[in-house]
């Protein structure tokens, strides 16, 4: 079983609607989460961190599940702007510098 | 510098032979990542470097494939006898790597994007 795991998509959504992926764990030792945007041919960047108290950032709002090993991602409003890849990434507690990746929701906003 | 710089941005090379390819970390990162993304693929793990420790190797293919990093900073991840599976981007990352928050957040370098014909 992969340490993560997402819903390879694509989400096709208009302008406007409000958009939710979750990335399930396999490690319930998993201590650390995030959020990265790749847009297409370029590299990752850090979209958010995720806390245990759940954490919004504009449109963006991100949530941890530990009983149920998930973390989500809350779009709403959607922008054309958003349409990319969505990576979660996962550390578990036993290695503050190991990351395990997800293989990307990949996320088209229609005009 | 501002950022993880890597070169070069594009190598294409002939199946058999040797490429080495480079990662100047964001100064002042103790940790040194490198990852490989296929073609609408996820990050594979490869190798990360933390301070002085020895390396994490786990992730490395192959024997065909090494990497060092010299007096704390520039990796360099090597790729002997390259096969045309070897075809992909070779992304490197930094983190600060200390215990604090936003300390294991990552920044990625622009990466590497091998081609073996």
């Known amino acids: 079983r992969k340490e993560v795991e997402q819903d390879p998509g694509p989400f096709n959504v208009p302008e406007g609607a409000t958009v939710a992926f979750n990335c399930t764990y396999s490690?319930?030792?998993?201590?650390?989460f995030f959020w990265y945007r790749q847009d297409c041919r370029k590299e990752p960047k850090l979209l958010m961190s995720?806390?245990?108290s759940g954490n919004e950032d504009g449109r963006f709002t991100a949530q941890l599940n530990r009983a149920s090993q998930y973390i989500s991602l809350l779009i709403r409003d959607s922008k054309l702007s958003d349409s990319a890849t969505y990576l979660c990434a996962v550390n578990p507690r036993y290695n503050f510098n190991k990351f395990y990746f997800g293989s990307g929701t990949k996320l088209n906003v229609k005009p | 510098g501002a950022g993880v710089s890597q070169s070069p941005s594009n190598k294409v090379t002939e199946k058999g032979k040797d490429v080495e390819l480079r990662c100047d970390p964001i100064?002042?990162?103790?940790?040194l990542y490198w990852y490989r993304q296929s073609l609408g693929q996820g990050l594979e793990f490869l190798i990360y470097?933390?301070?002085?420790?020895?390396?994490?190797k786990s992730g490395l293919p192959s024997d065909r494939f090494s990497a060092e990093r010299t007096g704390g900073s520039v990796s360099t991840l090597t790729i002997q006898r390259t096969q045309q599976e070897d075809s992909a981007v070779y992304l490197c990352?930094?983190?600060?790597?200390?215990?604090?928050?936003?300390?294991?957040?990552?920044?990625f370098g622009a990466g590497s994007r091998l081609t073996v014909l």
């Open positions: 470097f933390q301070g002085n420790s020895a390396p994490d």
């Open positions: 995720v806390y245990s």
């Open positions: 990352a930094s983190s600060p790597g200390t215990g604090n928050s936003g300390a294991n957040v990552l920044t």
């Open positions: 490690n319930s030792a998993s201590q650390s």
């Open positions: 100064s002042g990162h103790t940790a």
